[in-house]
């Protein structure tokens, strides 16, 4: 017997869509994965993917341009990304522990921003690290163009965010760097030192 219109309908109807890939592994060393899966090159990453790395790294390249290096020993996932020819790039990114090294494709309007467990950082195009360590303080460090922060606050330190930041840093010089913590906010800038970039530069080299 065949199926009723009205049954294919509905069955279509709940169907999900594909989702459509928003950036691109261009290249893994060592542990990388997501959903428990390696990563391989050339493979493409959707909204929600969540990329663990362990003795590993893995750069990719987004739709607009933007390059983004994962470093080992983090954690981080495609919270949302929606660009077209027609609209602005609205990016967030959701780094929970680990490191970071982007370089942000200039676009007129438009949003780019790494949220993590005790700061948002937004951007427009730019290129800078974000580090979010052990204890959930929140590293950030420009190299060129420039970067705004937010400290999230807690209440008494414990683990619930207000939706207030505790204060706002802008680095906008070379090599300026701020860090966070959700009881004391963020810290004045401050010049990194040549080997603290060096660290965090070879964390995140292929």
Request: hydrophobic share 40%; charged share 20%; with cysteine.
């Amino acid at each position: 017997m065949r199926p009723s219109p009205w049954i294919l309908a509905l069955a279509f109807a709940a169907a999900p869509a594909f989702a459509t890939p928003v950036c691109s592994v261009v290249a893994v060393k060592g542990e990388a994965s997501v959903a428990a899966q390696p990563l391989q090159p050339d493979q493409g990453l959707e909204v929600g993917a969540e990329i663990h790395t362990g003795a590993g790294r893995v750069r990719l390249r987004c739709v607009d341009g933007s390059m983004l290096v994962v470093a080992d020993h983090s954690v981080l996932r495609i919270a949302r990304f929606d660009v077209g020819p027609d609209k602005p790039r609205d990016a967030s990114l959701q780094l929970e522990v680990g490191l970071i090294g982007q370089q942000v494709a200039k676009q007129p309007g438009g949003s780019w921003e790494v949220r993590t467990p005790t700061a948002v950082t937004a951007v427009r195009g730019t290129e800078f690290m974000v580090e979010v360590g052990a204890d959930l303080a929140t590293a950030v460090n420009v190299q060129s163009g420039q970067v705004q922060v937010e400290a999230l606050q807690s209440a008494a330190g414990g683990g619930t965010r207000s939706l207030r930041p505790r204060s706002i840093v802008e680095l906008a010089h070379g090599d300026d760097g701020t860090s966070c913590t959700s009881t004391q906010g963020c810290s004045a800038v401050k010049t990194w030192t040549p080997e603290r970039v060096k660290a965090a530069q070879d964390r995140l080299a292929f």
